[in-house]
């Protein structure tokens, strides 16, 4: 696992509308959700507004690392990309990066601009499992 994202990697992912985020229960079973993540890539952290009672944020409290998938289908399968990186967790409700996280979030996905977000799940990137695809990406 090699621990920077390249430059089609970081832009694919900075460009994503959705991934997915993965992890572990109190019962030891994997749950994965779908999310609508805005990067911050100086920070290296993907930051996602979300309720802080729902699964994937108590999983993520109580343990925090998570495994976080980008990627495309496509019919003709040399068309799929995408992204798998490890990731530790970490909760959000108010301070600096409370407000730099809103900020990000808002700029990407006009639809937070309408919500009041008190509660932003962010996601350090540790490593990069896995990419397929991005040499001809865009």
């Known amino acids: 696992m090699k621990k920077n994202l390249n430059a089609k990697e970081r832009a694919y992912v900075e460009r994503a509308r959705v991934c997915h985020v993965g992890s572990v ?4 079973h994997p749950h994965t959700a779908p999310v ?5 890539a100086k920070a ?3 930051y996602v507004g979300t309720d802080r009672g729902g699964r994937t944020a108590t ?3 109580a343990r ?9 289908y496509a019919e003709s399968w040399r068309g799929l990309h995408g992204v798998i990186l490890r990731a530790r967790a970490y ?3 108010r301070g600096k990066e409370f407000e730099r996280a809103i900020g990000v979030l808002q ?5 937070y601009r309408s919500i009041e977000i008190d509660y932003v799940l962010a996601l350090r990137v540790e490593g990069v499992v896995a990419s397929w695809g991005l040499t001809s990406r865009r």
């Not at 229960?25 to 030891?28: I, N, P, R, T, W």
């Not at 925090?64 to 495309?72: I, K, N």
């Not at 700029?107 to 639809?111: G, T």
């Open 25 to 28: 229960g109190a019962d030891g």
């Open 107 to 111: 700029k990407k996905f006009r639809q």
């Open 64 to 72: 925090p690392r998570a495994s976080v998938a980008f990627d495309d």
């Open 59 to 61: 999983n993520l409290r």
């Open 44 to 46: 290296r952290t993907f």
């Open 91 to 93: 909760k959000l409700e």
């Open 36 to 40: 609508s993540p805005a990067c911050d």
